[in-house]
């Protein structure tokens, strides 16, 4: 079983920067792969970010060039720096992590991002 745990959000101005992160709670979490999504208000959860257990990244083309997706093995914590913030970043935020057939999801934390 791996517990997600998600903490960084809140309310910024446009333009401004947040850094989320994700703890997990399983030893082997440097093993696997892990993702950030998002859903905003009344549309479907949508991919972030990628970042394989060794470290390469993939971005979603709208958040391409302002958000960096790393990890910290040691720490087992994933995080989300986010710069350049647009009121259309305003989502709830998820970690996510699939082992084996399994997909793991964290509680989200609010982003929201004022014009």
């Known amino acids: 079983q791996v517990q997600l745990v998600e903490s960084g959000g809140g309310l910024v101005q446009a333009g401004g920067s947040l850094r989320l992160s994700c703890a997990a709670s399983r030893r082997t979490f440097s093993n696997y792969g892990m993702d950030w999504f998002r859903q905003a208000p009344g549309k479907e959860r949508e991919f972030v970010a990628h970042i394989t257990w060794d470290g390469s990244t993939a971005y979603a083309d709208s958040v391409k060039g302002r958000f960096t997706i790393s990890r910290d093995n040691a720490k087992n914590t994933l995080y989300l720096q986010m710069n350049s913030l647009k009121p259309e970043d305003t989502a709830v935020y998820y970690c996510?992590?699939?082992?084996?057939?399994?997909?793991?999801w964290g509680q989200g934390t609010q982003v929201t991002v004022s014009s």
């Open positions: 996510h992590s699939r082992i084996g057939s399994t997909d793991y």
